[in-house]
């Protein structure tokens, strides 16, 4: 197989014969089989050219198709084809072989999610075929790609010719004279690397289950749960479901690759239906008030609402990528701004380590590599040209937030914010007259609190009760709220 495009040698067509073949240029693909003849150095030749893009938008036709059968002769690198107007059944297999490639539909779909109009139907459009109504003859020569432009490929060609299209009644040609230009592809190479793309992203996804069960157990407590922001772990599952359709309909469009795609689906469909959609569920409950006589309508009602709003932001989001796909990289970096709403919490509340670091790097890193991968390696099966500038800014951004929710973790919600705008806090080790009691019980461990000098080891709440500092401060992590009457604590 190759690809390549094809242009009119002169500035666009000037023949009657197919006046709605206004297009000068366009991409082309050349679907050909090759059988060794009785003659040394002769093979003879059979296939199939798609040209793509040869017709103005308001036609239904989007592409034409001519058969072609010739010799080639290897010596020479010569090529000599002529158009083929045999029964459909000779080629019955082509569609199928072209239907199944991944190197051909993958770049189609490609070129139209970054490139095309989303408007133009690839697949379910009909095909001119121009061999009945014209004398085809293609002369092209053959020439091997050097090793420092075949993208680490072995045995890639590359094929410059010319098409010269006499009308069958000649009345002149049917259109005029067409150069091509195009280079074999490897499929092989492209299933491999469709295939280590798949398993790269099952093992992310592996990872990332690792990673939420490890923040799950971290934050396995009501207060733990009520400090984690419900918007950063419903963003980054809406950003999974978007990879899983979009996984979903890979396999779907290459049947060959299907159970590849499908198993990396799949895991994706795990990490946010049950996982992130489970610790959406728990943070959800933290965060919502308890009222002893609050029936059950009233809460499946709340629940409704709330899975409404995350499948209602879930559509949307596909539709507005759909109208703004000029703009797909901006709305690709606004998808990775899902660590912002955390960090927002973290200042308005004034959370104490809501999330583990090992979280907090782990899913910055596993976030990163699709998006790095698809625009900044150079050799991807998805034909997208790579964008170094795009993934500096995408990791830097990333980067960015990671270290906000660090410098969090590790020197307070509010660490840059300067002391003399900041809201007076409660102190838990606040000035009290020792000489009122000078022993008391802690009543969490049960053991004597000395009250006869000052010391770090005790707390004192608003309500004037006498802790440990230890033991209030694990207490608070798992309720803000007074051992001892059960009064409401402020943060600490």
Request: net charge neutral.
């Amino acid at each position: 197989m190759l690809t390549g495009d094809w242009r009119f040698l002169n500035s666009a067509n000037n023949s009657s014969k197919f006046p709605d073949f206004k297009k000068s240029k366009g991409n082309s693909v050349l679907e050909l089989m090759s059988t060794p003849t009785k003659i040394t150095g002769v093979h003879y030749v059979q296939g199939v050219i798609i040209f793509h893009g040869v017709f103005d938008d308001e036609h239904d036709v989007a592409r034409a198709k001519i058969r072609v059968e010739g010799v080639y002769i290897w010596p020479f690198r010569q090529l000599r084809m002529v158009g083929n107007s045999g029964k459909e059944s000779e080629f019955g297999q082509e569609d199928d072989y072209i239907l199944s490639n991944p190197y051909h539909l993958l770049g189609v779909f490609s070129s139209q999610v970054f490139q095309e109009s989303p408007q133009e139907k690839i697949w379910k459009t009909p095909i001119y075929e121009m061999e009945k109504h014209c004398n085809i003859e293609i002369a092209a020569q053959i020439s091997r790609v050097s090793s420092m432009q075949n993208d680490g490929d072995h045995d890639r060609y590359h094929l410059d010719g010319l098409m010269e299209t006499p009308s069958v009644d000649d009345d002149g040609d049917c259109f005029s004279p067409m150069l091509l230009n195009a280079t074999s592809v490897n499929v092989e190479v492209y299933y491999n690397k469709a295939v280590n793309y798949t398993l790269m992203v099952t093992f992310i996804s592996f990872l990332q289950v690792l990673l939420l069960i490890r923040q799950m157990e971290h934050s396995n407590t009501h207060s733990g749960a009520a400090k984690v922001s419900i918007l950063m772990i419903g963003h980054q599952a809406i950003m999974d479901a978007y990879i899983c359709l979009l996984h979903l309909t890979a396999g779907i469009l290459v049947e060959s690759l299907f159970n590849a795609f499908a198993t990396a689906a799949f895991f994706k469909f795990v990490v946010f239906s049950i996982f992130e959609m489970r610790y959406l569920l728990a943070i959800w409950k933290a965060n919502r008030p308890m009222n002893n006589g609050e029936n059950w309508e009233a809460m499946r009602r709340e629940l409704s609402a709330l899975y409404s709003r995350f499948y209602g932001i879930l559509l949307g989001g596909i539709l507005v990528t759909y109208e703004f796909l000029k703009y797909f990289r901006f709305i690709l970096l606004l998808l990775h701004s899902f660590w912002i709403p955390q960090i927002i919490i973290n200042i308005v509340r004034d959370s104490r380590k809501p999330l583990h670091p090992h979280y907090i790097l782990g899913i910055t890193i596993t976030r990163l590599a699709v998006p790095l991968y698809a625009f900044g390696c150079p050799h991807n099966f998805m034909r997208i040209e790579p964008d170094k500038k795009w993934c500096v800014c995408l990791s830097i951004f990333m980067g960015f937030q990671a270290s906000i929710l660090l410098l969090q973790h590790y020197f307070g919600s509010r660490w840059f914010i300067p002391r003399q705008i900041l809201p007076e806090k409660y102190s838990y080790y606040r000035r009290f007259d020792p000489a009122a009691n000078n022993a008391t019980d802690c009543v969490i461990c049960m053991t004597t609190i000395e009250l006869s000098h000052r010391s770090n080891d005790c707390m004192v709440t608003p309500c004037d009760h006498f802790f440990h500092s230890s033991c209030l401060q694990r207490w608070m992590d798992i309720k803000m709220e007074c051992p001892t009457c059960r009064r409401p604590l402020p943060p600490s």
